[in-house]
Every structure is written in structure tokens, then in C-alpha cells.
């Protein structure tokens, strides 16, 4: 009898990454037999869970179980379920019941940030494959445990943002490869600084802010608000503080830039080809915030050792077509990709780049890489370096301070304040 592909992919777990699997384990025909139909299982179902990108079910990957702590947003994934693909689904309300379920390959956790890290290394040790949701967590600390988990226990992991690899790249009129091709090329020079701002089509969500002093309310009977918080610390119930609005808090995320920053900066580590790196400095330009309910900020600048930098204009930025996204020495590249080249404008310059040598094919098809056992494009690695910029910016706005810090053993440099943000406590029994 053939080996299925549920037991192939235990036994992956104590073997390591190879790159040849015999096509009775992957299936080489045209219709999936199912034993070799990968499954998955959705932790949290209140929002982007249920968006048609995420909430799907096919021959390659088949939907089997969902799960949350708000018995409305379970029901509403049960019905969707059933009507768009006439599945019933095993549901859970603890997420520790749903990645223990054998017949679930993949977890997909679709969470607030807070229990990002939690969830990915339950998941690595019980032998499944994640698909993890932006941002890839919410703390520094929490990343490297991350990254450890899923090595440890040879998974693979997907990070859910893409622009590195498909679809326009916001308000730049292209895809990221180009600009990856002309960064390599060195005709822009180098350092080169990049600035991410309103008038490069970048939108910060600003509106996402929290609200002081909140009122306690009670809460209401669908919830299982002691199991949203988790890890958490406690604070009374306030509808503001969860689900769709609970980004404006620090205890769960980052604001708008915890929610998009990495959606901005991940692609922004590929072009510079700093994936292994993060910047050694980070200053901020925002009023003081609040210790519970995160504000606004105006500008956030990071600078590598080697003198690139990321700028991330907010507040008061807004205007301003003539800002280029990238800046170097020899050259600029502005919105809908107008270019300047050793100071004059550079037409054709998606002829010049047709002609540069293309980079390195990055593994973007998540459902092959599983079978393959092979690294995704976007992995526990380079996508906690991306977090870890959009962490050192929280840290540096909680603080209100310039921070600077060491890439390699990824703490902050003579900074005790900074360094208790990096591993946060928590509550009652969660622990990494």
C-alpha cells in the first residue's frame, strides 16, 4: 500500500527538508486522491478568516475545521461553509483542540497579533504546517521563539503578506521584481533610502487609534472574553477593545503601523536584500502615547549600518506627488514608476530593466513547498525580520525615544526600558 499523505507528512517531521518526493506521496494525477489532499483548520473567523482569500476549500487543500472564542463568528463560518462549499465543519472553541485534530495538516491562525506566537508554536510542536497572518507577531521575543519552534520541528510556515513576490506594489504602477532588479543593478548607487509615505499610495490606517478611558461594559453571552485575552493582561471588557477595533490597543497590536507595516516594509527588506539584517537605529517623531490606547505618529526613520534607511511618513504627509519611494546616489524612483537616472528623467526605463539580470525564483506555490518540504518565499526567517522592524518602531513610539539596536543578538543597545518590550509577560497560564 502507497504511503498517504497525511502519515508522509508526519514522518517529514523527523526526518528534515529534502527535495524529492516519489509522485504516488504528491500525487501525479490530474484529480488529487484524498489521501494526498492536504487539510486545514482556521483559528479566528470574525474577519479576514472569513474573507474570500483566506476561507477557502479546493482539491489541494480542503477546509475541515474552524475555530474561535465568539460562539456568532463560529456559527457564521459553519453557515458560510456550508454554502459556499456544502462542507460541514468540525468546529472548536479552544484552539489547542483544533491543532491536536489529526485530520488537519494545516493551521491557519487569522487571530489578533497577541496570540500569533502562541498558536504558530502549539502548532510546530504538534507537527503541522502555518499559515500565519500579518503581523507575524507582536513582539520581538515572541519572533525568535517562533522561528526556533518551527525549525526544531522541520515545519513550514507561511507568512500572509505577499507583495514580495505578486500583485502592483501599491501606488508604484508595479510589481516588486523590477524594482528588485533595478536596486541589484546599482544604477540607482547606494546607500539608497526609501521612503514610504501618502504620496507613494501608502495609507497608515490612522483612524485605527485607541480611546482613553474606556467605560466597563458587560460582556456579551457569545464570547468567551477571558479566552480573547489569553496571554494578554487583564482589563475590563469595552467592546472598543475587541475584534475589528482592538488594533488601537498596545496589549493586542500596533495601530496601523502593526496592522500594514509589514504589508510595507517586507517587500522593502527583499529589494534591499537585507533579509538576514535589521536597521541598527530607529527614531520617531510622534506625540507621547498612552500606555493603554496607541495614538498617532508623524514620522518614523531607520537607518542599517550601512546607511540605507526606511522612512515611514504619517501623520501630515499626506501631499506631495514629487516624493520618491527610492533614493540613492544616482538615481530616483517615483510613484506609477517615473525614474531619474544621474539626475535626468529615464523613459525607457522598463526597457533597461527587461535587459538586467533577473533574480533568484522565490517558492511562492505554499501547497508545493509543503509536499516538497521547501522553504516559502515569505518564511519564519525573513518574515520575522520584517517584524522586527515594525516591533522596533512600536518600541521606539511607546518610549518616544531613538533606540538603537544590535541585529545580531536582536536587543535593543543600553536600553533596559526598550529590552523589557522585546519579551513581554504573560497572564495566568501562557506561557512560550
Known sequence: MGTNRRDFLKTMGGIGLFSIVPSKVLGGSKHVAPSDQLTKGIIGVGGIGRSSYHFT????????????????????????????????????????????????DVVHIATPPHWHALMAIEAAKAGKDIWCEKPMTRTIGEGKRVVEAVKQNNRIFRLNTWFRFKD????????????????????????LKVTISG????????????????TPEPVPAELDYD???????YKPYNSHRVHS????????????????????????????????TNPI??????????????GIWRKITYTYEDGCQIVLEGEGFESGNKVPYIEGPKGKVFKGFECELDGKPAPDIM???????????????????IKNRELFALNEMNGHRSANIVNMGLCALRLNRTLHFDPVAQQFINDEAANRLIDQPMRGIWKL
Open 227 to 233: 479566552m480573547w485575552l489569553g496571554p494578554a493582561p
Open 57 to 104: 476549500s479546493n482539491e489541494s487543500c480542503r477546509l475541515v475545521s474552524v475555530c474561535d472564542v465568539d460562539k456568532s463568528h463560529l456559527q457564521k463560518a459553519v453557515e458560510l461553509g456550508k454554502k459556499k462549499f456544502n462542507e460541514t465543519f468540525q468546529t472548536y472553541h479552544d484552539f489547542r483542540d483544533l491543532i491536536k485534530d489529526p485530520n488537519v
Open 199 to 214: 504620496a507613494t499610495g501608502f495609507t497608515w490606517k490612522f483612524y485605527w487609534v485607541g480611546k482613553e478611558n474606556l
Open 245 to 276: 477595533t482592538f488594533r488601537g490597543y498596545w496589549d493586542y497590536d500596533g495601530g496601523g503601523l502593526g496592522d500594514m507595516g509589514q504589508h510595507y516594509i517586507d517587500p522593502v527588506q527583499y529589494i534591499l536584500g537585507k533579509d538576514d
Open 281 to 294: 537605529k530607529v527614531e520617531v517623531d510622534a506625540p507621547q502615547q498612552h500606555p493603554d490606547a496607541i
Open 168 to 191: 502592483n506594489f501599491y501606488g508604484l504602477g508595479t510589481t516588486v521584481e523590477p524594482l528588485k532588479k533595478l536596486v541589484d543593478s546599482g544604477l540607482l548607487g547606494w546607500p
Open 351 to 369: 526597457s533597461i530593466i527587461a535587459e538586467l539580470p533577473d533574480p533568484e525564483p522565490q517558492n511562492t506555490d505554499f501547497i508545493k513547498c
